[in-house]
């Protein structure tokens, strides 16, 4: 077995003044920490610029080890940057044959010069991928579809834990979703409209950063079986695809990636203020109608300033605010792509 071998990639300003003898007295103590902490395992360390590392000829057996600079933060943000760091760089790791393992180098303006570990213990580990998960996590993070309809599990009534598989015009209201931002749908009931919400949601905060997500519901129950649902899907998740999570309840999941998804009953109050990146409203057309109409005020600044928006519901009456939207949606088509003079793009099943 050859000898194991530790890359340590550096930015190419730092690589520059690695060559020219000037890196800082922070980055030298944590690369000489780093290169100690290896050699005592009788592994060979070489540096390597980060621009170049394409025309390495990497080793079967090495251990690749990124350079992250996390500047004057406290250790718990600067956990959450290398994590988000981390990410970046996975789909560049296509390129390494199997057999290459990844570790993290980190220097903090503060003094704290040190590999990762010293931070905290589980980010140090070194994760072996193979080139099919590697495949499978840039596929997944791109295509919400190719995600669900691969890795979601559900629970079925009689048989248990079975696969989700799409149907054709699930694959359409998940393409709508990706496709606009405001988004109503009228579908009926057991037509699998809140469970494909459950896959959206999770794969929207699970592959972006910093997404804060509402789901509210005309009923407590409604949002906590959504979020059940959601949990569900990610214990039965394969690792290598799970965001590390950091709260994780009935009414609240916050990931390590700054997402979080909360589930909440609709009231006057639900969202305002608050800096929403996507709200989820299910069987709106059942919410108390002056409820309803206050909630939908009070919501219009958020969705002015950014923030997305999708309702479902199964119809109820021709007067509520969940009809009001779906018929100025159809009144009048403002773009070839069918959305409606107040921004909503319908959606219905054929």
Request: charged residues 25%; contains cysteine.
């Amino acid at each position: 077995m050859k000898d194991e071998i530790v890359l340590v990639k550096l930015p190419p300003k730092v690589y520059e003044e690695y060559i020219n003898g000037t890196l800082s007295t922070i980055v030298r103590e944590a690369y000489n920490d780093l290169k100690k902490q290896y050699e005592d395992q009788g592994k060979t360390v070489n540096v390597i610029p980060e621009c170049n590392v394409e025309v390495i000829n990497l080793e079967d057996d090495c251990i690749l080890a990124w350079y992250v600079h996390t500047g004057r933060m406290p250790n718990h943000r600067a956990l959450k940057y290398i994590e988000r760091f981390k990410k970046e760089v996975t789909a560049e790791q296509e390129k390494y044959p199997i057999g290459v393992r990844h570790a993290f180098f980190s220097v903090n303006d503060d003094g704290i010069s040190s590999s990762v570990e010293k931070l905290e213990e589980k980010h140090i580990e070194k994760t072996v991928y193979d080139r099919f998960k590697l495949q499978e996590f840039k596929q997944c993070s791109k295509n919400p579809i190719y995600f669900i309809d691969k890795y979601m599990k559900i629970q079925h009534p009689t048989k248990g834990e079975v696969d989700f598989n799409l149907y054709d015009y699930q694959q359409d209201l998940i393409n709508t979703y990706m496709d606009n931002r405001f988004i109503i749908a009228r579908l009926p009931r057991q037509s699998g409209k809140t469970t494909c919400a459950a896959g959206f949601l999770l794969w929207k905060a699970m592959f972006n950063t910093n997404e804060t997500i509402l789901i509210a519901s005309h009923q407590f129950i409604g949002s906590t079986e959504i979020m059940q649902k959601i949990r569900y899907a990610y214990e039965l998740l394969p690792e290598f695809l799970k965001e590390n999570i950091i709260e994780y309840n009935k009414h609240l999941i916050t990931f390590e990636n700054g997402s979080k998804i909360i589930g909440q009953r609709i009231t006057e109050k639900t969202g305002r203020g608050w800096s929403l990146s996507l709200i989820y409203l299910d069987e709106f057309a059942f919410v108390n109608p002056e409820l309803a109409t206050e909630f939908w005020t009070s919501l219009a600044p958020t969705l002015s300033t950014g923030g997305d928006c999708i309702i479902t519901s199964t119809p109820n009456a021709e007067t509520d605010q969940f009809a009001q939207i779906w018929k100025e949606a159809n009144s009048l088509i403002v773009d070839k792509n069918g959305v409606g003079a107040n921004g909503f793009k319908t959606f219905s099943k054929t």
